[in-house]
């Protein structure tokens, strides 16, 4: 009886008292047994950063800034779609062209149809809805495997778009709205409320965690780290507004070009959405359990094949977003809409960011530090007047390198006994 | 004689053109233990399997608490209050302790996860069990060695309210205090009125805590007893032969 009172005195001593040291620590031992997370995107983001900025002066203007979210925000929903499908261990190889279909079928509601924005959206986001269903049902119920259902869907897709593009003709798009989407701005009075309305929900939400889990006693995290985490997103959000807020016409007389792009609300509220569902609902809980072990997940009564739906189903219909994005950014749908690089580049972020190719492991987060790390490749690489054949070489070699780091991570986390 | 709270009639259980069980009957009376003994192979974690409605039985009936039942998946195993530690122990590594314990059966408030009350009680659960040397129950369970994953299985199982509990090998892994631990819990569930089943290799393991044996010999049911009727010696021989004196298939 000693023994177990002991043991009781142990655990509690254990759980107690964490600080920002303790939690310090915890993060080195995580990173030392290969689960290294962001950590690589980050790094990366901030050498890329540096490198361009020291090659090409204008890597570092305002409006170059401003490009960049404009330039990687449909990549970005795309990937961060990905990640559902990633997570169990699965693959979107349709995601691109998905996109693809979802725009054109924006675009011909919009013109043939001359229905309002709303119509158009909705319908091009259902359309990446019943994608995903079929997607998933093939790879779920059926059982063939996800590589090579959407393999196929890939192909079939392409066809599905110059069908509905007259065999290869572009549809211009001129509703003001859907073209706002991605081209213009916000006002920078909106820009700054909406960066204090996040920080202060932000920490509230942090706050009233950790008092409530307190109050029960529970181990909940030290105020000083909720502080460090609170600063320093209030620090990076506020240079980020800050500098969107610059004058970046370059004849501000004629022209005034100031403000927060419009995407970047756009994927911040897709973020918050999607981490919320992953994290603190059980359709996310379970989407992690069939990852880790399909197997103990069917025993614990989960049913397997509705979370595995229900992830291409967010997958497609972020695909679709992203397809809403890429449209509003060009002005137009064209048979290479959702094309080409969309879904390396897409697949590449999510993996960069941190998401493991193997299931289980990842965040919504991972694919947008990811999608900043490919949309930095992407415009300091033009900047520096590099053709695509350049662009193609590094980014299919940072994909690589990013799933070896995921690849030697999942050994070293086996030599440490982590898996 | 009181009916038994879970019997199983008649099973037959093939794989592809192998047939694991032959006509297997199986009963486990609520506040006993019921040893599940058969040498490797014999068919122990198929017919816990069955039960517990990860397989399909081809014939057979199962019976709760005197009433045919119908268990064609885990969830219908989980609503009679059948709980099962499986052999494989069947847990996410990409998850926490908490998050392991509760999966399928997560407490909510509202849409989102209760946390806080999940942790409150697993936590209560856990320090029952006394884990030696868990660092916090919020940690991965990739991260435990495999007494202290094996105890998490447990762990899951005594967690709900349940009326029977099967533990496949729970045992096989751990250290001679753990052992002590889990045996004890064994025979304290029974005592609490609950059925509880125990597949081992470990005869005074078996003799210790059960009240009845039951042991399968290539997929057949050789003899149910209560421990108190027979020796170390019998129970050997039903496992290796099938039949002992009186006892098992006829010849
Ligand atoms: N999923 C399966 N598919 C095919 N054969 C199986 C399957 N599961 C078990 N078997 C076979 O069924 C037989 C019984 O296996 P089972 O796991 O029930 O044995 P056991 O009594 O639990 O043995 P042990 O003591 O080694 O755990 C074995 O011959 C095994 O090969
Ligand atoms: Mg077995």
Redesign the pocket.
């Known amino acids: 009886m000693s023994k177990l009172v002991q043991d009781k005195e142990a655990i509690i001593a254990a759980v107690q008292a964490p600080s920002i040291g303790h939690s310090a620590r915890a993060y080195g031992e995580r990173v030392r047994g290969g689960d290294m997370g962001a950590l690589p995107a980050v790094i990366g983001l901030v050498v890329l950063c540096t490198v361009f900025a020291i090659a090409r002066p204008s890597f570092l203007t305002a409006i170059n800034f401003a490009n960049l979210f404009t330039q990687g925000a449909a990549v970005t929903v795309i990937a961060m779609g990905l990640v559902f499908v990633l997570l169990l261990g699965e693959i979107d190889l349709s995601a691109g062209f998905a996109s693809g279909v979802c725009a054109a079928v924006l675009a011909v509601t919009l013109t043939d149809l001359g229905q309002p924005w709303y119509v158009a959206v909705v319908a091009a986001i259902l359309t990446g809805s019943v994608i995903g269903v079929v997607l998933g049902s093939l790879v779920a119920k059926v059982g063939i495997p996800s590589f090579v259902v959407t393999l196929a869907a890939f192909l079939a897709f392409q066809g599905v778009v110059l069908i509905m593009l007259d065999e290869g003709t572009n549809i211009s798009i001129v509703d003001p709205v859907v073209v706002a989407i991605a081209t213009k701005n916000m006002t920078p009075a909106l820009g700054w409320a909406l960066y204090a309305v996040s920080v202060v929900i932000y920490a509230a939400v942090q706050l009233t965690r950790a008092r409530r889990r307190a109050a029960r006693g529970l181990v909940a995290d030290p105020f000083s780290l909720i502080a460090a985490r609170v600063g320093s997103l209030a620090v990076i959000a506020g240079l980020a507004v800050y500098v969107l807020n610059l004058e970046r016409s370059r004849n501000p007389l004629t022209i005034s070009l100031t403000g927060v792009p419009i995407v970047v609300p756009v994927i911040l509220a897709l973020l918050v959405l999607w981490t919320f569902v992953l994290r603190r609902m059980p359709f996310g809980r379970h989407i992690y359990a069939v990852g880790g072990n399909a197997e103990a997940a069917r025993r614990a009564g989960i049913d397997v094949d509705r979370i595995k739906i229900g992830a291409f189903v967010i997958c497609s219909s972020m695909a679709a977003i992203g397809g809403i994005i890429a449209a509003s950014r060009a002005n137009s749908v064209d048979p290479n809409t959702g094309g080409s690089t969309v879904l390396l580049y897409a697949v590449g972020a999510a993996v960069i960011g941190g998401t493991s190719l193997f299931g289980g492991k990842g965040r919504v987060l991972d694919a947008v530090l990811g999608g900043a790390v490919v949309a930095v490749i992407e415009n300091g690489m033009g900047l520096m007047q590099y053709g695509s054949s350049v662009k193609y070489l590094v980014t299919g070699s940072v994909l690589l390198l990013a799933a070896g780091v995921d690849a030697l991570a999942r050994r070293r986390a086996a030599a440490a006994g982590l898996r | 004689m009181t009916t038994p709270l879970l019997e199983v009639r008649g099973l037959d259980k093939s794989?592809?053109p192998?047939q694991?069980l032959h006509d297997v009957a199986f009963s486990a009376y609520a506040g006993e233990v019921t040893a599940l003994v058969?040498?490797?192979?014999?068919?122990?974690?198929?017919?816990v399997k069955c039960v517990g409605g990860i397989h399909p039985v081809d014939a057979g009936r199962i019976l709760f608490d005197g009433d045919d039942v119908q268990v064609s998946t885990p969830r219908d195993a989980g609503a009679l209050g059948i709980e099962i530690v499986y052999?494989d122990l069947a847990l996410c590594d990409n998850l926490d302790i908490v998050q392991n314990m509760f999966l399928g059966r997560e407490r909510r408030s509202g849409l989102v996860l209760d946390e806080a009350t999940m942790e409150e009680m697993a936590e209560r659960t856990l320090s029952g069990l006394s884990v030696r040397s868990v660092k916090s129950i919020r940690q991965q369970v990739a991260s435990l060695s495999g007494g202290q994953r094996q105890t998490v299985a447990i762990a899951k199982a005594v967690l709900w309210n349940s009326r029977v509990v099967i533990l496949d090998?729970p045992t096989a892994a751990l250290g001679v205090a753990q052992t002590a631990q889990v045996l004890e819990l064994v025979r304290r569930l029974a005592d609490q009125g609950l059925a509880v089943v125990l597949i081992s290799?470990n005869m005074n393991d078996v003799f210790a805590v059960s009240d009845r044996i039951a042991a399968?010999y290539l997929g057949r049911m050789a003899a149910q007893v209560r421990t108190a009727d027979v020796t170390h010696a019998q129970v050997v021989e039903l496992i290796t032969s099938g039949r002992s004196g009186e006892l098992g298939i006829a010849p």
């Open positions: 794989f592809g192998v694991v058969g040498d490797n192979g014999a068919g122990k974690s198929t017919l052999q090998e290799h399968l």
